[in-house]
């Protein structure tokens, strides 16, 4: 067994905030066609990890905006080349000139009301991503959706009301755009994502023991997550393009 390589993908996947696998994410990769040629955007990007993923698979150059300083600060000590530059920035006050081959956003978040959310529905966050796409770029955007047609009321309360697959798919082809690369979660990634999240809420909760609205927090994100997200709920990183 290749334990080196496990290794590998278990630190990388501690700074992966996605729920699709290291090794999903470089397979995303070659679906979209990445090479050394192409320049990715990446808004919304976390520690950076999948543009690293992909400069060092692919030999490609990206940006990528987020607007967590420590994220960013974590992210460039990891770079291993100079082919990725990460910045601290509002994705949606980001301007940029170029045109990109490929950009992602992981966190493409709208509501039915337009509450709370950068958009009010799917049309208009694709729309935004487009925008600083190459004639023929594609899109690539993370979604939550339902494995089932209705879910239990604490999981709409908790996170919105969300399309089946099959309803996202209807959206985006109205939205005249067609899937032609994906990568979904797996059980495996959601619970590195889970206890990733929640270890970062108990360190703040060892500095301040009496914190009860933290406390509270934490025991709603563990019982969302046993109850309700884990048999009910899916996440998907989805590559789309315009006919």
Known sequence: MNYAHILSACREGEHLISMVSVEGIVRLGVDLGLNENCR???????YGTMLKLWSE???????GID???EFIQKGTARLTNDRVDLRVGDLLAFDDNAAYDVVICTELSFSSDGNDTPFPDLAAGIGFLQ???????????GRLFSK?????????AFDGELPTLGELHRQITGCGYYITAMATDTPAEWERYIT???KRDLARLRK??????LAEWMD????IYFDYRRPYEGWGLFGVERL
């Open 196 to 198: 990733w999240s929640a």
């Open 220 to 223: 709603t994100w563990y019982r």
């Open 131 to 141: 925008r600083f796409c190459k004639p023929g770029g594609k899109v690539v955007f």
């Open 40 to 46: 990715v955007l990446d808004l919304g990007c976390g």
């Open 208 to 213: 301040d023991p009496n914190d009860r609205v």
């Open 67 to 69: 607007r967590d300083a």
């Open 57 to 63: 698979a692919f030999g490609l150059r990206g940006i």
């Open 148 to 156: 089932i047609p209705a879910p239990p009321a604490e999981l709409v």
